[in-house]
């Protein structure tokens, strides 16, 4: 099938053509690189989708909340995509999307489509890919796109990066583990919803979202933010309490960006982001090729053997990359 033909049934909402240009982005291969990216050029550029990036450790209830949070934005009349960015993700082994019995319910909604972490061990190479598959998304267009991560560090950095808003999924907890959210991952929320308020923990999530709604005020007010964000509040996922209330403050967070300019100043640089990131990915590919290592090889050992200088041989080697790698 040609590019723009994919292009053109992916626009028109055509799932399968979607999954397959999702594994077109995910390949690796030189061929499907140049590919994806004329599939990507290919697609309307006129679409856009909420970019809704959730990040929580495990346990607390990231899928349930998905589950429940999209089959309530489809009862809406919306349509939701649910990726995700999985660090520990591997060839072998499982993603936190991979389980086929999670959002089940979700999963058979016509107006949803999941898709798993890409696997991949270096966090980048996942990055990038789900990057595109966001854009796949919103090509296809979806109204919402919701980038899952686990709470376990550098991930969620790169979800930001590609999401118009972030959302930081709790557990009710004791004031101690107020400390254990790192400053850097609070910074980045602009809704902090503690979740599982339900029976017994009701008390508790009513003490812990307060507790962050005091930490959020503490923190140095963002351009980026009207009054009143980053927010705290908390959900019952489980007991379908309180997602309406999520997408309310989502929404009017998104309209007051969109309204003030943040909304395309934060994509501008995103993209920018993106461009710088690819483009040194794209450089340590060359310097993966066949004739390039054996340059490199060769190169090094006349450097340690004296016979040439450090410096002039690198110039010398990047001056040639270009041949070197095709
Ligand atoms: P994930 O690892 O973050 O995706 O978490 P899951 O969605 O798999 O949920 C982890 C556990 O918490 C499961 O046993 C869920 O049933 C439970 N859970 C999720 N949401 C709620 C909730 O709103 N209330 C209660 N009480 N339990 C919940």
């Not at 499982?94 to 949803?112: F, N, Q, V, W």
């Not at 890409?118 to 296809?140: D, I, K, N, W, Y």
């Not at 980053?230 to 309310?248: C, I, R, Y």
């Amino acid at each position: 099938m040609k590019d723009h033909d994919l292009a053109q049934r992916i626009a028109a909402q055509d799932r399968r053509a979607l999954a397959r240009g999702i594994t077109l982005v995910e390949s690796g291969r030189a061929d499907h690189r140049a590919a994806a990216a004329a599939l990507l050029a290919a697609l309307p550029q006129d679409r856009q989708a909420l970019r809704i990036g959730l990040s929580g450790t495990p346990g607390v209830g990231k899928s349930t909340f998905i589950e429940s949070f999209g089959m309530m934005l489809i009862g809406m009349g919306l349509r939701v995509a649910v990726l995700a960015v999985d660090p520990s993700s591997t060839r072998s082994g499982g993603s936190i999307l991979g389980d086929k019995t999670r959002m089940d319910r979700l999963s058979r909604e016509a107006g949803a489509f999941i898709r798993p972490s890409p696997s991949q061990t270096h966090l980048g190479g996942v990055a990038r890919r789900t990057r595109e598959a966001v854009r796949l998304c919103e090509g296809a267009g979806f109204d919402v796109v919701l980038i899952e991560t686990v709470g376990v560090g550098q991930s969620e950095t790169v979800v930001a990066q590609m999401s118009d808003v972030f959302l930081l999924l709790l557990a009710p907890a004791g004031g101690d583990e107020l400390q254990g959210v790192k400053r850097g991952i609070m910074e980045m929320a602009d809704l902090i919803v503690v979740n599982k308020a339900d029976g017994d923990l009701k008390t508790t999530a009513t003490r812990t979202c307060a507790d962050y709604a005091g930490a959020l005020r503490l923190l140095r007010k963002r351009d980026q933010d009207p009054d009143g964000f980053p927010k705290a509040m908390m959900v019952s996922a489980a007991q379908e309490k309180g997602l309406d209330d999520v997408w309310t403050a989502l929404s009017e967070l998104a309209e007051w960006r969109r309204a003030q300019g943040f909304w395309d100043r934060t994509r501008a640089d995103q993209a920018r982001y993106w461009f710088h990131e690819d483009v040194r990915q794209r450089l340590l590919a060359q310097l993966e090729a066949p004739a390039a290592r054996a340059a490199l090889a060769t190169l090094s050992d006349a450097v340690a053997a004296g016979e040439k200088d450090p410096a002039a041989a690198a110039q010398a080697f990047v001056a040639q990359l270009g041949d070197l790698s095709d």
